[in-house]
């Protein structure tokens, strides 16, 4: 059986810009079929010591009114958006330094399973922290951008039938359970498109492509009945030929085209080599996505 999708702690990163409204928004409606039991948020204010690119001129120094001012707006902005859990037990932290390396150590110090930042549109800023955050994390990392639709009605999963996407799938599915049975799982699979000149044809080849299709449809089938037998009606596949640069553009072409509320995609495991590579796919998804949430388990 699928587990329930629990987050016993999140940490939530906002920038104080106009990115914070759909990351308060989205996380406020995600709480309600998902429990969230400890919620923080935190805001740094990059400084001269930060690596990223500074939002401030260089040389000046956090004063003490800057971080005060800042701790009043993040409360402010959570109390207006969150107001239930803004009442009762949400921690605010501001720290001033490099955001990755601020998020990264609050997450560890709460043992947090799930951090969650904002992507502007206009901006890859936001796109280099996520990849990064990803990369050094072992928590579940949830990137919202900035025109998301507040909604949860079909989630797109992308698989290759590794370990990797079979945690999303179970993830996606567990989402599903407590969101309601109006939600929709879709699993897409992108595969090659063999080179005709390659082979010997006894047939013509929109046959020999059909046949293709056919078994990789049955290989779906087989992998549905292998890993999550009891689901196999609760998934709808799309099956695509590889006909583009990358399979990142696939997947937000397919997911635009459902009408995807979530992107829930797998990651590389927990060990220190495997932080460390994030794939090519997920990257690219996380740079050109302005619209959809993405949820990247590990």
């Known amino acids: ?19 914070d409204e759909a990351v308060l928004k989205y996380l406020n409606f995600f709480n ?35 971080e005060e001012k800042a701790s009043r707006e993040l409360s402010e902005k959570v109390a207006e958006a969150i107001p239930a859990r803004a009442a009762s037990d949400i921690q605010y932290f501001v720290e001033d330094g490099s955001p990755l390396e601020k998020l990264l150590a609050l997450a560890d110090e709460k043992k ?13 800023a936001h796109g280099i922290l996520s ?56 699993a897409i699979n992108i595969y090659q498109r063999p080179n005709l000149m390659s082979y010997k044809l006894d047939m ?13 449809e049955k290989g779906f089938e087989k992998f549905m009945k292998e890993e999550l037998p009891e689901y196999a009606d609760a998934v709808e596949p799309i099956l695509i030929w590889n006909d ?33 590579l994030l794939g090519s796919t997920t990257e690219t998804l996380l740079n050109i996505n302005t619209s959809i949430p993405v949820l990247v388990v590990k």
């Not at 309600?32 to 690119?53: D, K, M, Q, W, Y």
């Not at 949860?152 to 992308?158: E, S, T």
Request: no cysteine; net charge positive.
């Open 1 to 19: 059986m699928i587990q329930p999708f629990k987050v016993k702690e999140a940490v939530v990163g906002l920038a104080l810009d106009r990115a």
């Open 32 to 66: 309600g079929p998902i429990s969230i039991e400890g919620l923080s948020f935190l805001h740094v204010i990059p400084n001269t010591r930060a690596r990223l690119p500074l939002t401030i001129a260089p040389g000046v120094e956090i004063s003490k009114e800057d």
């Open 112 to 124: 947090a399973d799930l951090l969650v930042i904002g992507k502007k549109a206009d901006t890859l």
């Open 131 to 186: 990849k990064n955050l990803i990369r050094q994390t072992k928590a579940n990392v949830m990137v919202i951008p900035e025109h998301t639709t507040i909604a949860l009605k079909k989630i797109l999963v992308p698989v290759d039938f590794s370990d990797n996407s079979t945690r999303a799938l179970k993830t996606a599915l567990a989402i599903k359970e407590q969101a309601g049975d109006k939600v929709k799982v879709f």
């Open 204 to 216: 013509t080849p929109e046959r020999f492509e059909q046949n293709i299709q056919e078994n990789h």
């Open 244 to 276: 583009m640069p990358d399979v990142a553009h696939h997947i937000m072409e397919s997911a635009r085209e459902i009408g995807a509320n979530l992107i829930v995609a797998g990651s590389k495991g927990h060990s220190r080599l495997a932080l460390m």
